[in-house]
């Protein structure tokens, strides 16, 4: 979710006079990102589990599908609180770099 985000952002951002200053910010968050994603992934398929779907249900609700080594669960969460985490850990992220100030 905070890729796609982030990557809508991005389209809006590269068009700002002063895009330079920005871009190499979200490209770095990006990549971070990615990575952490990339190693969540790894962790869960240790233990043979992996998301196999991500469904928004309608403007208040999203399901995740996680497949288990036993069985497929539905998860439903409230697309305010997911937009609320993500931003936390995007602001979490971005004060853990080195040399940024707030």
Not at 49 to 65: A, G, Q
């Amino acid at each position: 979710m905070a890729v796609q985000t982030l990557q809508r952002d991005y389209k809006v951002i590269e068009n700002l006079k002063m895009s330079n200053v920005y871009l190499p910010i979200l490209d770095k968050l990006l990549d971070d990102i990615s990575q952490e994603c990339y190693n969540s992934k790894r962790l869960l398929a240790k233990d043979k589990i992996r998301v196999v779907k991500w469904e928004k249900i309608d403007e208040y609700f999203s399901d995740l599908t996680v497949a288990t080594a036993g069985e497929d669960l539905v998860l439903t969460y409230a697309n305010m609180a997911l937009k609320t985490q993500v931003e936390k850990l995007l602001l979490s992220t971005q004060h853990k770099e080195p040399g940024t100030h707030s």
